[in-house]
Structure formats: structure tokens, C-alpha cells
């Protein structure tokens, strides 16, 4: 399977030498599951935008410190291509800011949650199980970075999981879109960097839980392997049993 990854930022150049930048942290955990995967990256922070929704077989888009709302040319046009593949029927996978874009682009709403940082481990209840979910479990617990939130769901979308801090965590959209909040591309030791780096910003407190939560097992694995199932069963469904595009309902 080709996947394109849909790059929104950068690793902070102090971090970098540490932990790689996102490209080699998606490539690494993904690749642990399923060494045959190939990747093709487009900087979209850079307004290097994909111009053909065929290019691979799925897209996956990451995190950014920007935020949906931000007025960025390149965010209007990577929202437009979003459109795009949702009328194509393409399979996408959005990470934390991907996941906001998706519902935005789509008609949701996307705003800073009143309830403050959501940084370290954030602990989820998988509320509707999809056939794809396999192996199951009925949490999802992912390390976090982000004070938006997705607020209200395009009509299309139906939340899979959530937290009374994070209602709408992860959320599929017909039968080729799923997006989720939290970041299986990160390792605790990049979410305690990152959370040093920022905790001017995060504040003492929330940083202090961030760092306590870190001590849980993390899901990043399980995550990927949900989100490869779910990339292979809505490219069947496009696909159809005779290979052509399946309509679009």
C-alpha cells in the first residue's frame, strides 16, 4: 500500500536531533506494523499541495502547531484538496490537526477548548466498535498535544471514542474518512520534550499531570493497526469487486 503523507509542520530544531522530524516518526511506527508500506511525503506547510487525489492508494495527514483556523493560504488549499478526496472517495486519515481538518472541511466547527492543554497520555473509551478495530479493546489511549478541539461534528461524522476532556477523539466520516486527536506517531520521551519546550505556554500544573500520565501504556500500535484496517477496508470498498470506483452514496 502506498500511503501520501500530508505534512503540516516541522519537529522544533531542538528536538530534531533527538527524535527525527514527522515523516521518519510516521514512517518508523507504521513500517514496525507493516514493513512492506511505501511513503511519499508532500510538505504542505510549504504549500507543496498534492494536485491528484490518484497520486497513492491513501492519504495521511499530521499534526501542526498551527491551527485550523489560522489564515494560511497553504491551510485553504490543503482544505480544499480534503474536499477533494472526500468527493473522490479517497481514503484519509487525519492526526490531531488532519483530524480537525477534515471536520472543518466538511462543514464541523474546530475552536481552543475551554478545558485548557490536552498534553501527555490521554486516556479514551471507544464507545462504537468498528469492524475494522482489530485486534479490539474498548479504550484508546494515545499521547496528545493540542488546545483545539473539534466542537461541532460535520454531519457526516460519528465519534468512535471520546473523553469527558475530549469528546469528539476520534470520529469516522462515511465510510474512507477517520480522524482522531491523538498522535500514535509520538514516543514518551518526544511528548515529555515537547511538553519542556511549551510549558511556558501549557502552564506548570498541566505539565506536572502531562508528565505524570506518562508512566501508562500507550496504544500507538493498536492505533496503527486500526488505522492500516481501516485504509485496506474503505480502498476495498472504492475499489468495488470489479476493480473500478465504487459510487459514492
Known amino acids: 500500500m502506498r500511503i501520501g503523507l500530508l505534512q503540516c509542520d516541522d519537529v522544533a530544531p531542538e528536538l530534531r536531533e533527538a527524535h527525527g522530524n514527522y515523516p521518519e516518526m510516521f514512517e518508523a511506527l507504521f513500517r514496525r506494523v507493516d514493513p512492506s508500506l511505501e511513503f511519499r511525503v508532500w510538505r504542505c506547510l ?17 499534526g501542526s502547531k498551527f491551527g485550523v483556523n489560522d489564515d494560511l493560504p497553504w491551510i485553504a488549499e490543503l482544505e480544499d484538496f480534503v ?36 498534553v501527555g497520555l490521554s486516556f479514551n473509551r471507544v464507545t462504537e466498535r468498528a469492524d475494522w478495530m482489530t485486534p479490539w479493546q474498548p479504550g484508546l489511549d494515545l499521547l496528545v498535544s493540542h488546545q483545539d478541539q473539534v466542537e ?24 474512507h474518512f477517520l480522524g482522531v486527536q491523538g498522535h500514535p506517531e509520538f514516543t514518551k520521551a518526544y511528548s515529555s520534550d515537547l511538553m519542556a519546550l511549551r510549558a511556558e505556554l501549557i502552564g506548570e500544573h498541566r505539565v506536572r499531570q502531562g508528565e505524570a500520565s506518562l508512566s501508562a501504556p500507550v496504544d500507538d500500535t493498536l492505533m496503527v493497526r486500526w488505522i492500516l484496517g481501516f485504509m485496506r477496508q474503505a480502498i476495498r470498498r472504492r475499489n468495488g469487486p470489479s476493480g473500478g470506483h465504487a459510487s459514492l452514496i
Open 46 to 62: 510549504d504549500g507543496e499541495i498534492p494536485d491528484d487525489v490518484e497520486a497513492v492508494d491513501a492519504w495521511l495527514t499530521t
Open 83 to 118: 474536499r477533494d478526496l472526500w468527493e473522490a472517495g479517497k481514503p484519509l486519515v487525519g492526526i490531531c490537526f488532519g483530524h480537525q481538518l477534515m471536520a472543518r472541511a466538511l462543514g464541523g466547527e474546530v475552536a481552543k477548548s475551554d478545558r485548557g492543554w490536552g
Open 152 to 175: 461541532r461534528l460535520p454531519s457526516q461524522a460519528r465519534v468512535l471514542a471520546g473523553s469527558e476532556f475530549c469528546p469528539s477523539y476520534l470520529m469516522q466520516l462515511g465510510e
